[in-house]
Structure formats: C-alpha cells, structure tokens
C-alpha cells in the first residue's frame, strides 16, 4: 500500500516535470520565434527608412541655422464675460476679446530640406517671456461699481515646430511662401508665474504667485498650436509674420491664447543634395 502511494506520488511528479519541460521548450521555440521575427521587421523597418530617405533627400537642398520669434502681439480670449477663478473663488467680469503686446522672445535651431517649391523645416527653441500676457479683470464692488485688477503671465519652456512652406513665386532671390506648423510647447513649470496688479503699467506693483487665469487658460499643462505664416525666402535666409493659436485639450475651460510673431532665420546651405544617392546593398 505504501509502496503503492510512493509510485503514484513519483508517476505525478513525473507526469507535472514532463509537462513544465513541454512547456518551457513551447516557450523557448516562441521566445526564438518572436525574435526572429522582431529581428526581420527591425531589418524591413531600417531598409524603408533609407529607402525613404533617398527618395526625399534626391535633389534636395539641406540647410541649418538659427531663428528668432520677437515682437509678440497676444490676443486672448474668453468663453464667457465671466470668468471664475479656481484659486481665489472670486468672480471677474471680463471683455471676451482682449489684446496685449509683451517682450517674448524665442530662439531656435532650424533644420529644412527643399524638395520642389515645398520646404520641411524642424525648429527646435527655446522660449521666455519678460512682461508676460496681460489680460484686465473687473470685480464687482457696491452700488454697480468694479475694480479693475491685471493679470500678467509669465512662461518659459522649450518647443518643437515641424513646418511646411510652399513657395509661391519663381524668383531665385526673394521668393514668397506660406508655411503651416504645428509647435509643441514644453512648459518649465517651475517658471510659470501669474502676479495681479493694480493698474496696467509694467511700472504698476504686482502680487507674486498668483493663480487667478493660468488655469483658465490651459497654461498649466504642455500644449501644441497651430501656427500660420508668410514670408519671403533668402538665398542664406528668411522672415516672415506668424500667428499662432493655442490648441485647446478636452480638460480646458475653452478661453484661448493666439498671438503674431515676427520671424527671422539665417541659415547656410550645408549641402546640396542634387547629385547625392543612397545605396542600398
């Protein structure tokens, strides 16, 4: 009877060894398999991207250089008249459409290649702000009178802009074009300050770490916009005027920032790539 039950248990243990050791080789051939396979695709992934890159580089020009936003003219806009602010609870009553000029100021690394009259351009910046957004707020007081506070916004962060002009003309030295972007802004939330004045001036006192429109605005989060522009093109540069509009996410309140920018670039021709291949072996 003993013995009978030692067998059993060994013909179990037997039984779950041989099935474990089925397994783990199912699992070792799988294992195998999926990095072939991961290899191969690697390989086809690798493979079209220097096959697309020959096609977009044959005939191309490549350039770098250096831009500059500055001179920015902000537009801000509210959903409604009256604006409720999540940090002191207190009502403003607002003008929807408001506009303030600020000492912003953005440098950038620009990267482009020319393929026919279209041009792709990468800018990688840096932006920062000294007088910030403006925007007045009206609290009401007794019998129907308000005071008038100004918000003032400061930001700083980085940017990633990919761009596509279309040239408009055939001239060979100052060519105009219109371009599209759509930039990324990666706010540094340890610069994002608000501070509330008494009047409008830059010169007027503020009250620091304020927190009464950032919100409203989206301002606390990264964001993308859309950006629309034209210019004339250079033979080692451009300008251009921009307007750029905050794109909204689903968590924001709906009240917008949009403002124009004035461009300029320098750039020197790093290569041109009309008689460059890639080959493939």
Same mark, same amino acid.
Request: aromatic share 18%; charged share 15%.
């Given at each position: 009877?003993?013995?009978?039950?030692?067998? #059993?248990?060994?013909?179990?243990?037997?039984?779950?060894?041989?099935?474990?050791?089925?397994?783990?080789?199912?699992?070792?051939?799988?294992?195998?398999?999926?990095?072939?396979?991961?290899?191969?695709?690697?390989?086809?992934?690798?493979?079209?991207?220097?096959?697309?890159?020959?096609?977009?580089?044959?005939?191309?020009?490549?350039?770098?250089?250096?831009?500059?936003?500055?001179?920015?003219? %902000?537009?801000?806009?509210?959903?409604?008249?009256?604006?409720?602010?999540? $940090?002191?609870?207190?009502?403003?009553?607002?003008?929807?459409?408001?506009?303030?000029?600020?000492?912003?100021?953005?440098?950038?690394?620009?990267?482009?290649?020319?393929?026919?009259? %279209?041009?792709?351009?990468?800018?990688?910046?840096?932006?920062?702000?000294?007088?910030?957004?403006?925007?007045?707020?009206?609290?009401?007081?007794?019998?129907?009178?308000?005071?008038?506070?100004?918000?003032?916004?400061?930001?700083?962060?980085?940017?990633?802009?990919?761009?596509?002009?279309?040239?408009?003309?055939?001239?060979?030295?100052?060519?105009?074009?219109?371009?599209?972007?759509?930039?990324?802004?990666?706010?540094?939330?340890?610069?994002?300050? *608000?501070?509330?004045?008494?009047?409008?001036?830059?010169?007027?006192?503020?009250?620091?770490?304020?927190?009464?429109?950032?919100? *409203?605005?989206?301002?606390? $989060?990264?964001?993308?916009?859309?950006?629309?522009?034209?210019?004339?093109?250079?033979?080692?540069?451009?300008?251009?005027?921009?307007?750029?509009?905050?794109?909204?996410?689903? $968590?924001?309140?709906?009240?917008?920032?949009?403002?124009?920018?004035?461009?300029?670039?320098?750039?020197?021709?790093?290569?041109? #790539?009309?008689? $460059?291949?890639?080959?493939?072996?």
């Amino acid at each position: 009877m003993r013995k009978g039950k030692i067998s #059993l248990k060994q013909s179990f243990k037997k039984l779950l060894f041989s099935s474990s050791k089925n397994h783990d080789s199912k699992l070792n051939t799988y294992n195998k398999y999926q990095n072939i396979c991961n290899l191969v695709l690697n390989k086809k992934l690798i493979l079209i991207f220097f096959l697309f890159s020959s096609l977009f580089v044959n005939g191309q020009r490549l350039n770098f250089g250096f831009g500059m936003n500055f001179m920015n003219l %902000y537009s801000t806009h509210f959903k409604d008249d009256v604006v409720f602010a999540k $940090h002191s609870y207190k009502a403003y009553y607002v003008k929807q459409n408001q506009f303030s000029f600020s000492g912003s100021y953005q440098m950038s690394f620009i990267a482009n290649i020319d393929y026919g009259r %279209y041009i792709f351009t990468t800018e990688f910046g840096y932006f920062f702000q000294n007088d910030g957004i403006r925007t007045k707020l009206s609290y009401p007081m007794a019998y129907d009178g308000f005071f008038n506070y100004y918000s003032k916004i400061s930001y700083n962060g980085y940017s990633i802009n990919p761009i596509v002009s279309y040239v408009l003309t055939n001239r060979r030295t100052l060519k105009l074009f219109a371009e599209i972007g759509l930039p990324y802004m990666i706010l540094n939330k340890g610069l994002l300050k *608000e501070k509330i004045a008494y009047g409008p001036k830059s010169t007027d006192s503020y009250l620091p770490n304020q927190n009464e429109m950032i919100s *409203e605005f989206g301002l606390n $989060h990264d964001y993308f916009n859309v950006m629309l522009g034209i210019g004339y093109r250079l033979a080692s540069g451009s300008f251009s005027l921009r307007y750029i509009n905050k794109i909204n996410s689903k $968590h924001d309140t709906g009240s917008n920032i949009g403002y124009f920018t004035v461009n300029l670039s320098v750039f020197t021709n790093f290569s041109k #790539l009309k008689k $460059h291949y890639i080959y493939i072996e």
